[in-house]
């Protein structure tokens, strides 16, 4: 009788350690890939610039950059150079390679609108992981999971960063 209660105290005990094991695990995924989407949707949703000209798509599909796409770059402080190639990349969308500046732009046409990308770049991307990690402080004790120590945290801070690294850098990947 006794050996049945410590059989079962034992199975309890992997059973609970198993599920704290899942939430620790889990989680940091859920909050890499909420960053992930959130620094994807903030990308996507500030266009560098934003055409409405219908007619910059014929002259893109040919490879020559239209005065008024020129001008909007001067207006925004960023003009083109002379050495200036047009890449298309697919029905409705361009890739801008500026050699001289040593910068590429992603041009996209949605809908009527032809919406401007620079090329990602690592700014306060990294920032938006990191509050979701420190976001995780507060999750952790509402799922009744406990932390101990650095180890653990280093784990969830890392687990958190790599799929926040995996899933924006895939959710660019449609982007591009």
């Given at each position: 009788?006794?050996?049945?209660?410590?059989?079962?105290?034992?199975?309890?005990?992997?059973?609970?350690?198993?599920?704290?094991?899942?939430?620790?695990?889990?989680t940091p995924f859920l909050?890499?890939?909420?960053?992930?989407?959130?620094?994807?949707?903030?990308?996507?949703?500030?266009?560098?610039?934003v055409s409405t000209d219908?007619?910059?798509?014929?002259?893109?599909?040919?490879?020559?950059?239209?005065e008024n796409l020129i001008?909007?770059?001067?207006?925004?402080?960023?003009?083109?150079?002379?050495?200036?190639?047009?890449?298309?990349?697919?029905?409705?969308?361009?890739?801008?390679?500026?050699?001289?500046?040593?910068?590429?732009?992603?041009?996209?046409?949605?809908?009527?609108?032809?919406?401007?990308?620079?090329?990602?770049?690592?700014?306060?991307?990294?920032?938006?992981?990191?509050?979701?990690?420190?976001?995780?402080?507060?999750?952790?004790?509402?799922?009744?999971?406990?932390?101990?120590?650095?180890?653990?945290?280093?784990?969830?801070?890392?687990?958190?960063?790599?799929?926040?690294?995996?899933?924006?850098?895939?959710?660019?990947?449609?982007?591009?």
């Open positions: 009788m006794e050996n049945d209660k410590k059989a079962r105290d034992k199975k309890e005990k992997e059973k609970a350690e198993y599920a704290e094991g899942l939430k620790k695990t889990i909050f890499g890939i909420l960053a992930g989407g959130i620094c994807f949707l903030i990308f996507v949703h500030t266009p560098y610039l219908g007619g910059l798509k014929e002259d893109l599909d040919k490879g020559i950059i239209p001008n909007m770059f001067e207006k925004e402080g960023s003009p083109l150079s002379e050495n200036v190639t047009i890449t298309k990349e697919g029905n409705d969308k361009w890739l801008l390679n500026d050699r001289e500046n040593k910068k590429t732009y992603i041009i996209r046409k949605y809908a009527e609108t032809l919406n401007i990308y620079p090329t990602p770049k690592s700014e306060n991307w990294l920032l938006i992981a990191i509050l979701l990690i420190m976001v995780q402080k507060f999750v952790y004790p509402l799922l009744h999971t406990s932390i101990e120590g650095a180890k653990d945290w280093f784990y969830i801070s890392f687990m958190t960063i790599f799929c926040w690294f995996i899933f924006f850098t895939l959710l660019l990947m449609i982007l591009l």
